[in-house]
C-alpha cells in the first residue's frame, strides 16, 4: 500500500495506533470525531494490508468485546539519507522508529559529483535489505547547507557552484523513487526531537546545533518553522567567523586535541590548557549570547535544546557562559526570579539519521 493510497484519516489512525497504550475503536471514534461506520471503512484496508492487527478485548462487561488496534511492526517503512562534506549515510526504520539497516561511506564527499552516485548506490543497497514485506513511505534528507529554493536546492561549501545547479529534490525522486523531503541538518535533527523529553514537554523551543558549523532550528506550537525559503533558524549566520566560534574545529584547537575521542575530561588537562579552554568556553559563550538573546526577544522560547559531538560537559560550561535576560527584566521593581528564563538542554546525541528518518516520517503523516 504505498504512501499515496493512504487517506488522511487512514494517516491520522496509523500515529495513535502508533502511541501507547493501544487504542480500541470507541476511543479512536470520539478522538477523530468519526462515527463507527466511517472509522470501519477507514481502518478495513489497514487490517486486510497486514498494517495494523486488532484483537478483542473481554472487560467482563455484556455486550461486543473492545476491538483494540495496534501497527504491526516492519509493514512499513522510511529512508532516511544524510549529505554532508565528510560523509554519506542512508538508513531505514520501521514508521515506529526500529532501525533496520544503515550504511556510510565517508571522506571527501561533499560535492554534487561524488555525493549523487554514492548516494545512489547506499539507496538501493538499503532497499535490497528490508524484509520482503515493508513498504517504504518515503526518504528524509539531512543535508549540511542552506536553502536557495525550500525543499527542493541548497548550496553547500564543499561545490557551492556544483550544488547550485542541482535540483536535488528531482534527483532524488527519480534516483529512490519515492517522495522526498529535503531539510538541513539541524532542522533535521529538531524533527527527530519528537521523541525526545524536550520535543514532549516544549512546543516552542530552539534548537541550537554546534557541529563543523553552528546551525539552528526553531519549533513552534510543536511544528518546525521553515519560513518561505526554508532558511528559518540560520544563527550561525549572526555569529562572526572568528576562533570563539562554538564549533568542533574551534574546540579541538582550544584544546589542543587531535579528535573529540581524546577528550578525558576537564580534570586530565594540565593546569594552563584547562585554563586556555575554560577561558574558550566562556568566549564562546558570550558570542552566542547576542544571537540568543534576539530569539529570546523575538520568538519567545521556552527552552534551548543545544546538539553537539563537543563532550557535553565542554557544551555545558559554554552554555553556563550564554547571558540572556528575560523579557521583562528591565523594569524595575519585578523579581527576576518571577520571570520566563528559558532552559538550556544539551544532549550528545546528533543523529542526523534519525532525523533524516524522522523528516521522511513526518513528511508521510503531514503530507507537506
Same mark, same amino acid.
Given at each position: 500500500m504505498p504512501g499515496s493510497e493512504f487517506s488522511p484519516v487512514q494517516k491520522r489512525v496509523l500515529q495513535l495506533a502508533l502511541g501507547a497504550p493501544a487504542p480500541n475503536r470507541l476511543e479512536l471514534s470520539r478522538i477523530m470525531g468519526l462515527s463507527p461506520q466511517t472509522l470501519t471503512r477507514a481502518v478495513r484496508p489497514l487490517i486486510e494490508d497486514g498494517i495494523l492487527s486488532e484483537r478483542a478485548i473481554h472487560n467482563g462487561r455484556p455486550g461486543q468485546p473492545v476491538r483494540e488496534l495496534a501497527y504491526r511492526e516492519g509493514r512499513l517503512a522510511v529512508l532516511g539519507l544524510v549529505l554532508t562534506q565528510e560523509r554519506i549515510s542512508v538508513t531505514a526504520e520501521d514508521l515506529a522508529g526500529t532501525q533496520y539497516f544503515r550504511k556510510q561511506v565517508t571522506g571527501a564527499v561533499g560535492t554534487p559529483?561524488?555525493?549523487?552516485?554514492i548516494a545512489s548506490d547506499l539507496i538501493a543497497e538499503c532497499r535490497s535489505a528490508l524484509p520482503g514485506h515493508s513498504d517504504l513511505l518515503g526518504l528524509g534528507v539531512a543535508a549540511q547547507g542552506f536553502f536557495l529554493e525550500r525543499g527542493r536546492r541548497i548550496v553547500a561549501r564543499g561545490d557551492p557552484a556544483g550544488w547550485l545547479?542541482? %535540483?536535488l529534490q528531482a534527483?532524488?525522486?527519480a534516483m529512490a523513487d519515492l517522495p522526498i523531503a529535503l531539510?538541513? %541538518?539541524a532542522r533535521a535533527i529538531a524533527a527527530g526531537l519528537v521523541r525526545m523529553p524536550v520535543g514532549r514537554t516544549y512546543s516552542h523551543y530552539?534548537?541550537?546545533?554546534?557541529?563543523?558549523g553552528v546551525g539552528g532550528a526553531l519549533v513552534v506550537d510543536g511544528q518546525i518553522? %521553515?519560513?518561505p525559503h526554508g532558511n528559518a533558524g540560520e544563527i550561525g549566520a549572526l555569529l562572526p567567523e572568528s576562533r570563539a566560534r562554538p564549533t568542533i574545529s574551534n574546540f579541538l584547537a582550544a584544546s589542543e586535541l587531535g579528535a573529540i575521542e581524546e577528550w578525558a575530561g576537564f580534570e586530565a588537562l594540565p593546569g594552563e590548557r584547562r585554563t586556555r579552554l575554560e577561558a574558550w568556553c566562556a568566549e564562546a559563550g558570550a558570542q552566542l549570547s547576542a544571537p540568543l538573546q534576539a530569539v529570546l526577544a523575538l520568538l519567545d522560547v521556552e527552552a534551548v535544546a543545544v546538539f553537539s559531538q563537543i563532550p557535553r560537559e565542554v557544551v555545558e560550561r559554554i552554555c553556563r557562559g550564554i547571558r540572556l535576560l528575560p523579557i521583562g527584566a528591565d523594569f524595575a521593581g519585578i523579581p527576576k526570579t518571577v520571570l520566563n528564563q528559558p532552559e538550556f538542554v544539551v544532549y550528545d546525541d546528533t543523529?542526523?539519521?534519525r532525523g533524516a528518518c524522522a523528516v521522511a516520517r513526518s513528511h508521510f503523516f503531514s503530507g507537506d
Open positions: 559529483a561524488r555525493a549523487l552516485p545547479e542541482v %535540483d534527483r532524488l525522486r531539510q538541513n %541538518d530552539f534548537c541550537l546545533f554546534l557541529s563543523t518553522h %521553515d519560513g543523529s542526523l539519521e
